[in-house]
């Protein structure tokens, strides 16, 4: 596959390329020249293959050729011995992908870019350097996905103060090749820095850089495979009545209340799904669109952001306006200025956009309000992002902008991740043993101003 600038049409670069950048030297994005369908064989059976082989078909086109047949193979198997139940909950699903090491989506895509870059980079001998802006869950799957990686160190980037106790062990607690810097700002001033440091010259010659954020094609391909995975399960009609690994209180386990619109959004065989997706930079949504292009049996998208509505306010008003981030208690979200939208802008019109995706946004009391009626009716514990997503279905249905039909909500993170906020609307929340690991770390980090010769200094 070869892949451009979303800014021009210009010379072609190949996957190992796009990835070793990250941004095109034109400051734009790489988008694939095209994106290649499912064969017959593979969209029949999304619904029976294990989710290794899923992520094997949706990959292979995008990294084809540079990285071999058997290569991937086992780069897929390994990247990923967790995967993404589809549970019912209530009268609709969650897509639960909270199940990789730092219990968060982006395990999915960290995983794979670790180890995309170390083949890629195999048989080189100058170190890599890898910037990394997080407003709190990038940082911490990145970090985990590329300790201990030879060849390559990591420099995660975070808002000082804005991200949980917990988030901070995962960026900060590792050592070894990864570093953490502690920024005076906001998320939009962190991926600013980075930004910065991509066009300073001088760092340049002083070692190959890359980033690692959700701009890295390596990062945004795989997050395509939970979609077709999930979607496929649906339009069998087969998902998890009651997952053993999900944050259930089995004891606060009761019927679905009776009611009318009850069974609104659930599975039936041959109907395809609609995804909401809980959304900052849009790195997970943009990819969602890749797996529906592909040929995944996907009707919907929704866009269900927190205050910072950019692009829901876009999908209405077809004025795109970028603004300074809000801080909110979904603050994996908290993007003013989400870097994927340049993506989907070079790919598809407003109109186009208008067709796949639906906007809502959702705010900190609804989101608390949700939080603690899907508990208190319901026993399942949803993170603050999986909440916004939850309740943001709901607001469409109730302004009769959503159909009747399968939908399923992306809980983009384990709610024991986000316990401040939601333990006092929910009650106690069972750790998963990768969290009392991690929680368990030391966290070091150089604290420094939001100015760029602050980060050239402290590289
Ligand atoms: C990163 C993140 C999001 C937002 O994903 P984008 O791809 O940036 O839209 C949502 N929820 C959680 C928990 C996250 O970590």
């Not at 070793?20 to 619904?47: C, H, M, N, Q, W």
């Not at 995660?156 to 607690?173: D, H, M, T």
């Not at 997706?277 to 592909?294: C, D, E, H, I, R």
Request: negative net charge; contains cysteine.
């Amino acid at each position: 596959m070869r892949y451009y600038s979303t800014r021009s049409r210009g010379e072609p670069v190949s996957f190992a390329g796009a990835v070793l950048t990250g941004l095109a030297p034109d400051g734009g994005l790489f988008i694939p020249e095209e994106i290649p369908r499912y064969r017959d064989a593979v969209k029949a059976s999304l619904g029976t293959m294990d989710f290794g082989d899923i992520a094997f078909e949706t990959i292979k086109p995008f990294v084809h050729p540079e990285i071999p047949d058997p290569v991937l193979e086992d780069l897929v198997h390994s990247a990923y011995p967790f995967t993404a139940p589809l549970v019912r909950v209530g009268d609709r699903q969650v897509l639960e992908l909270f199940h990789g090491p730092t219990a968060a989506f982006k395990d999915f895509g960290a995983r794979f870019m670790a180890r995309a870059f170390s083949y890629l980079r195999r048989g080189e001998d100058k170190p890599l350097r890898i910037l990394v802006a997080t407003s709190g869950d990038t940082g911490g799957a990145v970090a985990d996905g590329f300790y201990g990686i030879p060849g390559i160190s990591v420099t995660v980037l975070y808002p000082k103060g804005r991200v949980s106790p917990l988030q901070e062990r995962q960026i900060a607690g590792l050592g070894g090749n990864i570093s953490a810097l502690a920024v005076e700002g906001s998320f939009d001033d962190c991926q600013r820095l980075v930004k910065a440091a991509f066009g300073d010259e001088s760092l340049k010659k002083r070692f190959p850089l890359s980033s690692a954020n959700s701009i890295n094609v390596a990062r945004l391909i795989p997050q395509g495979v939970y979609y077709a995975a999930a979607a496929g399960k649906a339009f069998t009609g087969s998902v998890h009545e009651d997952g053993e690994a999900t944050p259930r209180e089995k004891a606060a386990e009761r019927p679905v209340p009776s009611g009318g619109k009850e069974g609104k959004f659930r599975v039936a065989p041959g109907q395809p799904i609609t995804f909401c997706v809980p959304s900052g930079n849009f790195g997970n949504l943009t990819a969602g669109l890749y797996a529906q292009k592909m040929g995944a049996p996907i009707r919907l998208f929704i866009a269900a952001t927190n205050i910072n509505k950019t692009v829901p306010d876009y999908l209405a008003s077809g004025n795109y306006e970028a603004r300074p981030s809000q801080a909110t208690i979904s603050n994996a979200m908290d993007v003013g200025a989400p870097s994927n939208f340049e993506r989907m802008a070079a790919q598809w019109s407003l109109e186009e956009l208008r067709g796949m995706i639906r906007g809502v946004f959702v705010t900190d009391d609804e989101t608390r309000r949700a939080i603690a009626t899907v508990h208190e009716t319901l026993g399942y514990f949803l993170d603050p992002h999986g909440a916004v997503g939850w309740e943001g279905a709901d607001k469409l249905w109730d302004q009769k902008l959503l159909d009747e039909g399968p939908l399923a909500v992306l809980a983009t993170a384990h709610p024991a991740k986000f316990g401040e906020t939601v333990e006092p609307l929910a009650g106690k929340i069972p750790l998963p043993p990768s969290l009392t690991e991690a929680l368990g770390r030391l966290p070091h980090a150089q604290t420094i101003p939001a100015d760029i010769s602050a980060l050239i200094a402290a590289l």
